[in-house]
């Protein structure tokens, strides 16, 4: 992937999450430069979030300092620095605060996957328990002991992290763990939430595992976002 494809699709994911809702004023969003110690992240300033372009991107390394590009590096940049450095698979990471998400923290209820495309997140979602803003070398090591090897972990009462291979799969990650969190409230409310048995969750990553044998599987799923939010 070219730096152009990369920075094109990083605000394409950006749009996405952001027509989608699972925006409020905040958030950021980070993919690894393939082959490097360096990071595009969105800047904090520099465009408003509504029209975020490609340009808006700053370069940072691993500690989180700017190397390039435009803008202000977000002030939690710590969160994105030790994911792309510590874990192979932490190609694109996200940021948000989406309402449901958040809620399930707040009301201390675990999560579970209670639909099929929340089954990626199979394996669960741990939560990092103090509330609290995430800028220095001693939050980014509690954070990495929080979330362990999980795709996506929920800051209690700030708002969650999705850790994906690709962006595509980040985009994914994002839109549906807050899907997974709104069922999973509303049904707790109405009195019981089945979450998917393991047998369930196995059967359908073994669906997607088969389709990743043709390609990235979350790269149609993009595709059709990417389409939808442009209406
Ligand atoms: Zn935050």
Redesign the pocket.
């Known amino acids: 992937m070219s730096d152009a494809e990369l920075k094109q699709k990083l605000a394409t994911c950006w749009r996405i999450l952001n027509k989608l809702g699972l925006f409020d004023i ?2 950021h969003i980070s993919c690894r430069v393939p082959g490097s110690d360096t990071f595009y992240i969105t800047a904090t300033l520099g465009s408003t979030k509504e029209v975020f372009k490609p340009d808006s991107l700053v370069l940072c390394d691993y500690t989180g300092k700017k190397l390039g590009g435009n803008g202000t590096v977000p002030l ?1 940049v710590v ?1 994105h620095s030790v994911l792309h450095k510590t874990r192979e698979d932490a190609v694109c990471v996200a ?1 948000v ?1 989406p309402y449901y998400s958040m809620a399930l923290a707040i009301a201390g209820i675990p999560f579970s996957p209670v639909t099929l495309q929340g089954a990626p997140l199979g394996d669960g979602v741990p939560v990092y328990e103090k509330s609290e ?2 800028v220095n070398e001693e939050h980014g090591k509690k954070l990495l002991g929080a979330v362990g090897s999980a795709k996506a972990i929920l ?1 209690r009462g ?2 969650v992290i999705t850790v994906g291979a690709s962006i595509e799969e980040t985009t994914y990650l994002t839109i549906y763990l807050e899907e997974n969190c709104k069922y999973l409230l509303e049904a707790a409310k109405a009195g019981k939430a089945v979450p998917l048995t393991r047998e369930e969750i196995k059967e359908r990553m073994d669906q997607m595992a088969e389709s990743a044998k043709k390609g990235n599987p979350y790269k149609r799923i993009f595709d059709l976002f990417d389409e939808k939010t442009r209406q």
Do not use: F, N, P
């Open positions: 905040y958030g939690e969160l940021h605060h803003i995430l800051l700030h708002g």
